[in-house]
């Protein structure tokens, strides 16, 4: 079993549109939970950033982790053609100074005007 | 706003030649990484370091892989021998102590 999964999609959606990106995990161990956004060619760009379970908002962001359930979301609203990129889940067991981040596969997202 | 600097942004090798690949942390952080992207896969952690030395590294990371921080700012991946199957995307990173990694723009090495 894969330790982080996540749906490649491509995902196609229309401006406006509420998007609902998605990961599932299978070590209980992970605590810290972050979501990433990549542009072609270049480096993950830190978008959220949560501890244990709950929810997190910023602007047009939300996250969510369910522990319970060993699955995070991210929710995208009013989306915008600028948001079409690839967008990676990511997880530690612990501190993100102290643990390596294991990643998904990250799912492709287009945004269409 | 403060960003994790790496050159080359693109690096061609000969196959055995050895290559290193450059960052500038962010300068307040005490912690940096490597990580690489092969094309169509996922980001998968090398190696961690901290307080000078190695904390933590992964199976990709062998004898042929080498870090260093030569000096205050810099931090090196050395890879001594390439071989094709090394060509990827190498991204640095650097945090604080409890906040979310900040990566750099990457360097894409090809190993022909």
């Known amino acids: 079993q894969k330790e982080v999964e996540q749906d490649p999609g491509p995902l196609s959606v229309p401006e406006g549109a509420i998007v609902s990106l998605n990961c599932t995990y299978s070590n209980s161990a992970f605590q810290y939970f972050m979501w990433y956004r990549q542009y072609s060619r270049k480096g993950p760009e830190l978008l959220m950033y949560t501890y244990s379970s709950g929810n997190k908002e910023d602007g047009r962001f939300t996250a969510q982790v369910d522990k319970s359930s060993k699955y995070i979301s991210l929710f995208i609203r009013d989306s915008q053609p600028s948001d079409s990129a690839t967008y990676l889940c990511?997880?530690?067991?612990?501190?993100?100074?102290?643990?390596?981040?294991?990643f998904g596969k990250g799912t492709k997202l287009s945004v269409k005007p | 706003e403060p960003e994790v600097t790496q050159t080359p942004s693109h690096q061609v090798t000969q196959m055995g030649q050895e290559v290193i690949l450059r960052c500038v942390p962010i300068?307040?952080?005490?912690?940096f990484y490597w990580y690489r992207q092969i094309l169509g896969q996922k980001v998968e952690f090398l190696v961690s370091?901290?307080?000078?030395?190695?904390?933590?590294k992964s199976e990709i990371f062998d004898d042929q892989f080498s870090v260093e921080r030569p000096d205050g700012s810099n931090f090196t991946l050395k890879i001594r021998s390439t071989k094709l199957e090394d060509s990827a995307m190498y991204f640095c990173?650097?945090?604080?102590?409890?906040?979310?990694?900040?990566f750099g723009s990457g360097t894409r090495l090809t190993v022909v």
């Open positions: 990173a650097s945090s604080e102590w409890t906040s979310g990694y900040t």
């Open positions: 300068s307040n952080h005490l912690y």
């Open positions: 370091f901290y307080n000078n030395e190695i904390s933590e």
């Open positions: 990511a997880m530690s067991g612990f501190g993100g100074s102290q643990g390596n981040l294991i």
